[in-house]
């Protein structure tokens, strides 16, 4: 039996929680603290009985400060554990690299060497074959020994999907066609086009980011909160409060 498709202005949260999807942070510390005032502020001066914070992945590499994403949201979930984070390719990248320093995978390839600096190591590459080897070999090394093993923890805990109400929370989005039970990893971390053409309902609406947009991009079966905060300046989230849906926007320096 096919479950029915729900329409985004149909769909409703969880009774009497509000929930916060917050887009992808990539070493913007500075946008994410001033969501997390903002959405503090909202619960002080319009409370509600509970509520969750989910975070999108994709917490490290391009912008300038993944370790103190990484240390922020470690307190916030040990703080309250309705601090929620879900992972991002780039999160897993991370520990991919951190295990294998591999020099044309998506860390190296793609912000990692400004993650790397963030933990007070260098991973700029020598000019010759046999430079770039030795550089990555000793960069690799003060790396792994540079990150916290809180933070590894941190970054192997991470769920990939997770659900509330009416909304399917994932980082990249979802395969049409496969009951969202069964999603395959890969595909809640990387997939685009498929998902993203894809215009038929979904048994939940599918809350994601992986996917730079200039402003959210609200479909009848999909929100997508990637406002490409690091270098845009601008941290998106979703906010759903029963059947209330808005779109909360923090704006700071473009990087």
Same mark, same amino acid.
């Given at each position: 039996?096919?479950?029915?498709?729900?329409?985004?202005?149909?769909?409703?949260?969880?009774?009497?929680?509000?929930?916060?999807?917050?887009?992808?942070?990539?070493?913007?510390?500075?946008?994410?603290?001033?969501?997390?005032?903002?959405?503090?502020?909202?619960?002080?001066?319009?409370?509600?009985?509970?509520?969750?914070?989910?975070?999108?992945?994709?917490?490290?590499?391009?912008?300038?400060?993944?370790?103190?994403?990484?240390?922020?949201?470690?307190?916030?979930?040990?703080?309250?554990?309705?601090?929620?984070?879900?992972?991002?390719?780039?999160?897993?990248?991370?520990?991919?690299?951190?295990?294998?320093?591999?020099?044309?995978?998506?860390?190296?390839?793609?912000?990692?060497? +400004?993650?790397?600096?963030?933990?007070?190591?260098?991973?700029?590459?020598?000019?010759?074959?046999?430079?770039?080897?030795?550089?990555?070999?000793?960069?690799?090394?003060?790396?792994?020994?540079?990150?916290?093993? *809180?933070?590894?923890?941190?970054?192997?805990?991470?769920?990939?999907?997770?659900?509330?109400?009416?909304?399917?929370?994932?980082?990249?989005?979802?395969?049409?066609?496969? *009951?969202?039970?069964?999603?395959?990893? +890969?595909?809640?971390?990387?997939?685009?086009?498929?998902?993203?053409?894809?215009?038929?309902?979904?048994?939940?609406?599918?809350?994601?980011?992986?996917?730079?947009?200039?402003?959210?991009?609200?479909?009848?079966?999909?929100?997508?909160?990637?406002?490409?905060?690091? +270098?845009?300046?601008?941290?998106?989230?979703?906010?759903?409060?029963?059947?209330?849906?808005?779109?909360?926007?923090?704006?700071?320096?473009?990087?």
């Amino acid at each position: 039996m096919t479950t029915p498709g729900i329409h985004f202005l149909d769909a409703h949260g969880p009774d009497g929680v509000r929930l916060y999807a917050i887009g992808d942070v990539h070493g913007r510390l500075d946008l994410l603290e001033a969501m997390h005032r903002r959405i503090e502020s909202e619960l002080e001066w319009k409370p509600t009985r509970d509520w969750r914070v989910i975070h999108l992945g994709d917490y490290v590499d391009r912008g300038p400060d993944s370790k103190g994403v990484i240390d922020f949201l470690v307190e916030a979930r040990e703080r309250d554990p309705r601090h929620l984070m879900l992972a991002g390719n780039h999160d897993i990248g991370f520990l991919d690299f951190l295990k294998v320093p591999d020099p044309e995978g998506l860390f190296m390839r793609y912000g990692g060497v +400004q993650t790397a600096e963030s933990y007070g190591v260098s991973l700029t590459m020598d000019a010759s074959w046999f430079g770039k080897a030795e550089t990555l070999k000793r960069g690799h090394a003060a790396l792994v020994e540079a990150v916290p093993q *809180a933070h590894v923890d941190f970054l192997r805990s991470l769920p990939f999907s997770m659900t509330f109400g009416d909304f399917f929370f994932c980082h990249a989005g979802i395969r049409p066609g496969i *009951a969202l039970e069964n999603q395959n990893q +890969q595909d809640l971390m990387w997939i685009r086009d498929v998902f993203h053409n894809h215009s038929g309902l979904y048994p939940k609406i599918v809350v994601h980011g992986h996917t730079p947009v200039p402003e959210a991009e609200v479909m009848a079966n999909r929100v997508n909160v990637d406002t490409l905060a690091w +270098q845009s300046g601008n941290l998106t989230a979703l906010v759903v409060d029963g059947a209330d849906k808005r779109i909360l926007s923090m704006t700071g320096k473009r990087g």
